[in-house]
């Protein structure tokens, strides 16, 4: 399986927005309400931020928040703050009963 | 609150087999609808997923090293287990445990609950 596709970096400064695609295809992204986002800092563990393309879990800001057009999902990040810099990796099922991650984007907080 | 802790030796040697648990604790592995995950990532690279079981035994494993994994599950001990068979130094990585939730669909693919991380270095 290919691991669905990121941009290595994005940046921003505070209290800006920014977006991050991830790219699949229609046998996975595109297939499946099935995409997860994971932020991490340096050294911890990945913690899901956003999972059925666009729900929060109980304790993660307002301010993510995440979308899907066809094969296409997407992160956003409203009003940036420095904690926010860290890496991003989507995730999706796919058709072949497995899951797959995203190269992963590093955001950097200007 | 459920919690995961990877343990296992953190040097193997190369054509060795590599052999990892996850404890779980703060709850019951066979309670709740769950899968149980591993996942790795080499320093510096991205998330790579290895596979998940389910407490009946049930297992998916990533194609690419579909060959060389075994993941099973000891539910009197709440302990999963990873095997990687035949290692090469590309195996160097931090192994990552972690609760698959099933989502609105039950399809079981996203984490919501990660270990900390045990690091694996292949070498001679």
């Known amino acids: 399986q290919s691991a669905l596709t990121q941009p290595a970096s994005v940046s921003g400064s505070p209290g800006q927005s920014i977006t991050i695609p991830c790219t699949g295809t229609s046998s996975d992204v595109g297939g499946y309400n099935c995409v997860s986002w994971y932020q991490q800092h340096p050294g911890k563990a990945p913690k899901v931020m956003i999972y059925d393309v666009s729900n929060r879990p109980s304790g993660v800001s307002y301010r993510f928040s995440g979308s899907k057009s066809g094969n296409t999902a997407s992160l956003t990040i409203s009003g940036l703050q420095a904690e926010d810099e860290a890496d991003y990796y989507c995730?999706?099922?796919?058709?072949?009963?497995?899951?797959?991650f995203g190269g992963g984007t590093k955001l950097t907080v200007l | 609150q459920v919690q995961l802790q990877e343990s296992g030796p953190g040097l193997v040697k190369p054509s060795q087999t590599l052999s990892l648990t996850c404890t779980v604790s703060?709850?019951?592995?066979?309670?709740?609808?769950?899968?149980w995950s591993w996942i790795r990532q080499p320093a510096g690279k991205g998330l790579e997923w290895i596979g998940r079981i389910y407490t009946s035994g049930r297992t998916n494993y990533n194609p690419s090293l579909k060959s060389r994994v075994t993941i099973s599950v000891d539910t009197s001990k709440n302990q999963f287990s990873l095997q990687l068979s035949s290692v090469t130094a590309a195996d160097t990585a931090v192994y990552y445990c972690a609760r698959a939730n099933p989502g609105g669909d039950y399809y079981y693919y996203y984490m919501d609950v990660w270990g900390k991380g045990t690091t694996v270095t292949v070498s001679s």
């Open positions: 995730s999706s099922y796919t058709s072949s009963s497995t899951v797959v």
């Open positions: 703060g709850g019951s592995i066979s309670s709740g609808s769950y899968y």
